[in-house]
């Protein structure tokens, strides 16, 4: 089992910055690989990044290429996604997630665990 917890949402005008950090335990870190999704009111679950065991691969969405930025400290346990340039449609519950086949998805059912979500808000 590997449990996530995530942390660092809230409400940030448009143009601003957050970083988001999904803290897991359980479970080797540098054995499992990260992504994180996201889901506004209404709409399905969205992948936005993922980053491989040892964090030399990382794979964005269209969406927020260029804007986020995925990264992990195996040390730590954790995974950081730094937003910056947010925009009103970025606003929805972000969830962070584990896989531990090493291998990369876009779907949700490709992730073992998740995270409870945080809340992301951005006001124009």
């Known amino acids: 089992q590997v449990q996530l917890v995530e942390s660092g949402g809230g409400l940030v005008q448009a143009g601003g910055s957050l970083r988001l950090s999904c803290a897991a335990s359980?479970?080797?870190?540098?054995?499992?690989?990260m992504a994180w999704f996201r889901q506004a009111p209404g709409k399905e679950r969205e992948f936005l990044t993922y980053?491989?065991?040892?964090?030399?691969?990382?794979i964005y969405a269209d969406s927020v290429k260029g804007r986020f930025t995925l990264s992990r400290d195996n040390a730590k346990n954790t995974v950081y996604l730094q937003m910056n340039s947010l925009k009103p449609e970025d606003t929805a519950v972000y969830y962070c997630?584990?896989?531990?086949?090493?291998?990369?998805?876009?779907?949700?059912?490709?992730?073992?665990?998740w995270g409870q979500g945080t809340q992301v808000t951005v006001s124009s």
């Open positions: 359980g479970r080797t870190f540098s054995r499992i690989g």
């Open positions: 980053i491989s065991r040892g964090g030399g691969s990382t």
């Open positions: 997630a584990a896989e531990e086949r090493a291998i990369y998805s876009r779907a949700s059912s490709g992730y073992d665990y």
